[in-house]
Structures are given as structure tokens and as C-alpha cells.
């Protein structure tokens, strides 16, 4: 009689070590930063309110007709002016809850809770974060479809790995 690759017993012994090393390795990815989008529609913020840790970007993009910008109350930070399509990233070096209104249009108000990143303390109070300028939408869908390909591409091989390993019934022919 034929033996398979592994004998039905140590099939799912081997089907536990494939998914737990993939956990470690999984694991072991590092962090990268998040990148936040909101989207300014019908002279309002969607999602009005965001949380994101330290050093991750909120992107906003302007889909009304009109010209909008999103920028802290207190100052310390400003898209600039974004009109039809244009988008405006800000990334948040400190910890904080910062609030943010478009300029031409005060009543339109958002919210950017910042938390401190895990394992640093992060700082509180003061400005929210650095300007940078503002990225095109291809460029942000770039990143973020890269920065999370390796742990989707890994996921996929595990899951792989397991359907292979997992024993099937056999049909012998017999009724």
C-alpha cells in the first residue's frame, strides 16, 4: 500500500507546527505605521472622529465641490486648502486628543484622538503633528496595500500549507 506524504497521525501534528510557526512569524512582523482616511463629503467629516497611535497619518480627502481644508483649532496643524479630489495628510508625533475644524466652514468639526504608542510614553498636550505634504491618492493606496502584503501573503501560504496537510476521505469506489 502507498504511503501519503505523512502518515495519517502526524498529519495534524504537522498542521499544528505549520499554523504555530506562522504565528511566530506573523508576530514578528513589525509595526508599521496606519494610515487613517476621512473623507470630506457634503460639508461634513466621515468619520468625524478618529483614533490613531503615535506616529500614524490621517489622510483627508475632498469629494464636495468646494474647497475645505481640515485644521487644528489651535493651529498647530493645516491641510491647506484641498479642492475637488485633492488630498491632505498630517502625521501625529505626540500623544493627545486634538480637535480640528475645515476654515471656510466652521461648523464642520472633527476629532483626532492620538495614543501613545505601546511600550513609549507618549508626550500629551502641545501641537498634534508634523505637516507633510499632502500625498496623491495613488500614493496612499501604495503604501498601505504594501505595508500589509507581507502578513496577507504569509496568511495565505499558511492557510495553504493546511488545506494540503489536512487528510481527506478517500473514495475507494465501493459502495
Excluded at 496537510?165 to 465501493?174: A, Q
Aim: glycine share 14%; net charge negative; proline share 7%.
Amino acid at each position: 500500500m502507498h504511503q501519503p506524504f505523512a502518515r495519517p497521525r502526524a498529519r495534524p501534528l504537522i498542521a499544528g507546527l505549520l499554523a504555530a510557526g506562522s504565528t511566530v512569524i506573523l508576530a514578528a512582523v513589525p509595526a508599521v505605521a496606519a494610515d487613517q482616511a476621512v473623507t470630506i463629503a457634503d460639508f461634513a467629516f466621515s468619520p468625524p472622529a478618529v483614533t490613531i497611535t503615535v506616529g500614524d497619518t490621517v489622510t483627508w480627502t475632498n469629494s464636495d465641490a468646494v474647497v475645505h481644508t481640515a485644521t487644528a483649532t489651535d493651529g498647530s496643524w493645516d491641510t491647506g486648502d484641498l479642492a475637488q479630489g485633492q488630498s491632505g495628510a498630517i502625521t501625529f508625533s505626540t500623544a493627545g486628543t486634538f480637535a480640528y475644524l475645515c476654515t471656510p466652514h466652521p461648523t464642520m468639526t472633527g476629532t483626532v484622538v492620538v495614543q501613545a504608542a505601546a511600550g513609549g510614553g507618549g508626550g500629551g498636550g502641545g501641537g498634534g503633528g508634523a505637516p507633510t505634504t499632502p500625498p496623491t491618492d495613488t500614493a496612499v493606496v501604495a503604501e498601505t496595500t504594501d505595508a500589509a502584503l507581507g502578513p496577507a501573503v504569509l496568511a495565505l501560504l499558511g492557510t495553504v500549507a493546511l488545506a494540503i496537510l489536512v487528510p481527506r476521505r478517500r473514495t475507494t469506489g465501493r459502495e
